[in-house]
């Protein structure tokens, strides 16, 4: 049986296409895309979906670098004799409420069985390669984080 296809319950005998998932910088971008795919696509809180695709958006920049007291709490104050501040893997967090939000849909939407591939829709600059490079790497790659499902390769448009 396929992997997206379901093994139990009312829709045990139907099959579900597998979809690409497809991660602008902007809605307005995902808006943009929607309308030059192919299909019908309905609109939900944190993305678009039509039997194809899904596209959803960060919001600017969903993740930063961990504040160095997010590290150790002797990082607070600064002082020349704790300089230089080395870690051994920086730590990735939501900007603020609003973005751990939408992450944590990125993240869900990433981790669906029937997604089976992602796009960085980003802008090609090195700003929406770095947005969509860190929300990649906060689904997958944090202690806690996505390890249920294979990590697919991202694609560039």
């Not at 993740?63 to 709490?73: F, G, M, N, R, S």
């Not at 969509?132 to 294979?150: C, L, M, N, R």
Request: aromatic fraction near 8%; glycine fraction near 6%.
């Amino acid at each position: 049986m396929a992997p997206w296809a379901a093994s139990d319950g009312p829709f045990a005998n139907v099959s579900h296409m597998p979809k690409t998932l497809v991660v602008a910088e902007k809605p307005s971008v995902g808006r943009d895309l929607a309308s030059a795919l192919p299909g019908k696509f309905e609109k939900h809180e944190a993305y678009l979906e039509s039997d194809e695709y899904v596209i959803t958006w960060a919001v600017g920049h969903l993740v930063q670098l961990a504040e160095p007291e997010e590290y150790d709490e002797k990082w607070k104050k600064w002082r020349m004799a704790d300089l230089p501040i080395t870690v051994e893997e920086f730590k990735l967090v939501p900007r603020d409420a609003k973005s751990k939000k939408q992450l944590k849909e990125i993240e869900k939407l990433m981790l669906r069985e029937d997604v089976e591939q992602i796009i960085n829709a980003c802008d090609a600059g090195r700003e929406g390669e770095l947005i969509f490079a860190y929300i990649y790497e906060a689904v997958f790659s944090q202690d806690g984080g996505a390890k249920k499902k294979k990590k697919p390769d991202p694609s560039p448009i």
